[in-house]
């Protein structure tokens, strides 16, 4: 079975410029999940779908980055336009369960996307 | 105060050696508590859940203390393999439920 498939694996950019990073989540799974991930700290929630609802997007930074999954499968996350300390590793997860992350749910993470703004 | 706080590490470890980790949680009304890996430059992945009553697989024990908040997580007879930072997730109820990771523990594992 494949995993969540993220795409770029890398990209650099300079600021000021829009990036956008997309995610397929495991087949049939109905909750997606963008996390930021900072070096030397845990994921942080960006904004969790349950299929093409939005249902946390409360950390999401809202003046720059948007977010979308349409048909409630794949989803695209957009910054733009970037900032230096928007260079993190993007990382897209998805999990076949509705809501938390009960006992017994397990939320598989892609490879995720690095990004790097200079 | 951190909502998740772990010990940065790091902890450098003989092969076969014992080594605990720790993390803190400061919302009592938390749900649900996991223990995840990520080797360097990869993805984090599950390693355990964490249940009240403790639970182990193989080399790996996890426990929950309700009472002082924090879970752990044991490894025992170490392998260089298990080389990786740990990161504590938890699930507190704020009306919606939200998943917090700590900062992870960093584990070194040396022949």
């Known amino acids: 079975e494949a995993g969540v498939v993220q795409s770029p694996r890398y990209k650099i950019i300079e600021k000021k410029q829009p990036v956008a990073f997309w995610c397929n989540p495991i087949?049939?799974?109905?909750?997606l999940y963008w996390y930021r991930q900072n070096l030397g700290q845990g994921p942080e929630l960006l904004i969790r779908?349950?299929?093409?609802?939005?249902?946390?997007d409360s950390q999401l930074p809202k003046d720059r980055f948007s977010a979308e999954r349409l048909k409630g499968v794949d989803s695209t996350l957009k910054i733009q336009p970037a900032e230096l300390g928007d260079s993190a590793v993007y990382l897209c997860?998805?999990?076949?369960?509705?809501?938390?992350?009960?006992?017994?749910?397990?939320?598989?993470f892609g490879e995720g996307s690095w990004l790097t703004v200079v | 105060r951190k909502e998740v706080e772990q010990d940065p590490g790091p902890f450098n470890v003989p092969e076969g050696a014992t080594v605990a980790f720790n993390c803190t949680y400061s919302n009592s009304a938390s749900q649900s508590f996991f223990w995840y890996r990520q080797d360097c430059r990869k993805e984090p992945k599950l390693l355990m859940s964490v249940y009240s009553s403790g639970n182990e697989d193989g080399r790996f024990t996890a426990q929950l203390n309700r009472a002082s908040q924090y879970i752990s997580l044991l490894i025992r007879d170490s392998k260089l393999s298990d080389s990786a930072t740990y990161l504590c997730?938890?699930?507190?109820?704020?009306?919606?439920?939200?998943?917090?990771f700590g900062a992870g523990t960093r584990l070194f594992v040396k022949a």
């Open positions: 997730v938890v699930t507190p109820y704020t009306g919606g439920f939200k998943t917090i």
């Open positions: 997860a998805s999990s076949p369960e509705r809501g938390a992350f009960s006992a017994g749910n397990t939320i598989y």
């Open positions: 779908y349950e299929n093409e609802e939005a249902v946390d």
């Open positions: 087949s049939g799974h109905n909750t």
